[in-house]
């Protein structure tokens, strides 16, 4: 049996070189395809199967990473360093329901349980056919297990690769990013401010309120934006205020202003509603954002 880390080295540039001077074995997934010249922001997969003091040192800094950027995976398999780094490059590219092939950084811990969670069971079992064991650090640096399917018919997963999905699994991938996507354009515009939000409580709640925004009728990205800001600024409170609530029934689609329009003309109490939630602590939440997992490490 082995173990092995799993970094993704694009949330901490030039790590390759960090495992170079201290001589550890590992790969590049980016090998063999046209993303090869960049192994300085490539996943990289490391043996640290025999304790030494390079692999403490290894465990040390990638765990350091890893509890603050959701980048690092730690693996048991039967397969050798070049056996497994050989299967996992199959799946650096998937097929989307519209013919076209897209590159899947799965190896993103925020990406890894969203993608796991649509894949059919056969095609699960094929991605992680010779890995016995997958702990990782979450976006949040709590660890979970990734459940992995077992194949149960006696013989080995043989979905064709690239692995293809479906127009559901397709829809239900990108919608899993999402909120993600939003908090990463929101730190474009109010960055000092969602800093101040730990981690797991921004995402819950991001989470949340896009699928409120959905069932409002508000789907563009744009609107989901100003949307996302005044409930930030509200705490979500802003359903609340009458304004609003009327809006929200009457729905948008016949509204003669647009909806940023809509929400530069909100009146000033709509903002004052609520407290900012950046400005309110987990307590006064009412510990409605759950934070997942309660590991530290992952046992190492």
């Given at each position: 049996m082995y173990r092995y880390i799993l970094f993704d080295s694009s949330q901490h540039m030039r790590f390759s070189s960090r495992l170079d001077r201290l001589?550890?074995?590992?790969?590049?997934?980016?090998?063999?395809?046209?993303?090869?010249?960049?192994?300085?922001?490539?996943?990289?997969?490391?043996?640290?199967?025999?304790?030494?003091?390079f692999t403490h040192a290894v465990v040390e800094e990638t765990t350091r990473v890893g509890l603050m950027k959701p980048c690092m995976s730690m693996l048991d398999s039967t397969k050798s360093l070049q056996e497994l780094g050989d299967h996992l490059r199959?799946?650096?590219?998937?097929?989307?329901p519209n013919g076209k092939l897209m590159v899947m950084r799965w190896y993103d811990t925020r990406i890894l349980p969203a993608l796991m969670g649509v894949l059919s069971p056969r095609q699960a079992a094929t991605f992680s056919d010779g890995i016995t064991a997958w702990?990782?650090?979450?976006?949040?640096?709590?660890?979970?297990?990734?459940?992995?399917?077992?194949?149960?018919?006696?013989?080995?997963?043989?979905?064709?690769?690239?692995?293809?999905?479906?127009?559901?699994?397709?829809?239900?991938?990108?919608?899993?990013?999402?909120?993600?996507?939003?908090?990463?354009?929101?730190?474009?515009?109010?960055?000092a401010e969602i800093d101040r939000v730990p981690r797991h409580v921004l995402h819950s709640f991001i989470s949340s309120q896009w699928q409120k925004a959905?069932?409002?009728?508000?789907?563009?990205?744009?609107?989901?934006?100003?949307?996302?800001?005044?409930?930030?600024?509200?705490?979500?409170?802003?359903?609340?205020?009458?304004?609003?609530?009327?809006?929200?029934?009457?729905?948008?689609?016949?509204?003669?202003?647009?909806?940023?329009?809509?929400i530069e003309n909100l009146p000033e109490e709509v903002?004052?509603?609520?407290?900012?939630?950046?400005?309110?602590?987990?307590?006064?939440?009412?510990?409605?954002?759950?934070?997942?997992?309660?590991?530290?490490?992952?046992?190492?």
């Amino acid at each position: 049996m082995y173990r092995y880390i799993l970094f993704d080295s694009s949330q901490h540039m030039r790590f390759s070189s960090r495992l170079d001077r201290l001589g550890a074995h590992y790969i590049s997934l980016f090998d063999g395809h046209a993303e090869e010249p960049f192994r300085d922001i490539a996943p990289l997969l490391i043996d640290v199967t025999v304790a030494c003091e390079f692999t403490h040192a290894v465990v040390e800094e990638t765990t350091r990473v890893g509890l603050m950027k959701p980048c690092m995976s730690m693996l048991d398999s039967t397969k050798s360093l070049q056996e497994l780094g050989d299967h996992l490059r199959q799946f650096h590219l998937f097929e989307m329901p519209n013919g076209k092939l897209m590159v899947m950084r799965w190896y993103d811990t925020r990406i890894l349980p969203a993608l796991m969670g649509v894949l059919s069971p056969r095609q699960a079992a094929t991605f992680s056919d010779g890995i016995t064991a997958w702990k990782y650090y979450d976006r949040v640096g709590a660890v979970q297990e990734q459940r992995l399917q077992v194949v149960t018919d006696g013989h080995r997963p043989r979905e064709s690769i690239p692995l293809t999905l479906d127009t559901a699994q397709g829809q239900a991938l990108f919608d899993a990013a999402e909120p993600d996507v939003l908090i990463y354009e929101l730190r474009r515009n109010i960055r000092a401010e969602i800093d101040r939000v730990p981690r797991h409580v921004l995402h819950s709640f991001i989470s949340s309120q896009w699928q409120k925004a959905r069932q409002f009728g508000v789907t563009d990205r744009g609107n989901q934006l100003e949307l996302m800001i005044l409930a930030l600024s509200t705490s979500g409170a802003y359903v609340e205020h009458a304004v609003v609530a009327d809006r929200l029934k009457a729905g948008f689609a016949d509204n003669k202003e647009s909806f940023r329009q809509w929400i530069e003309n909100l009146p000033e109490e709509v903002w004052k509603v609520g407290k900012p939630i950046w400005e309110i602590s987990e307590m006064d939440l009412g510990g409605s954002f759950d934070r997942s997992g309660n590991e530290t490490s992952l046992g190492l």
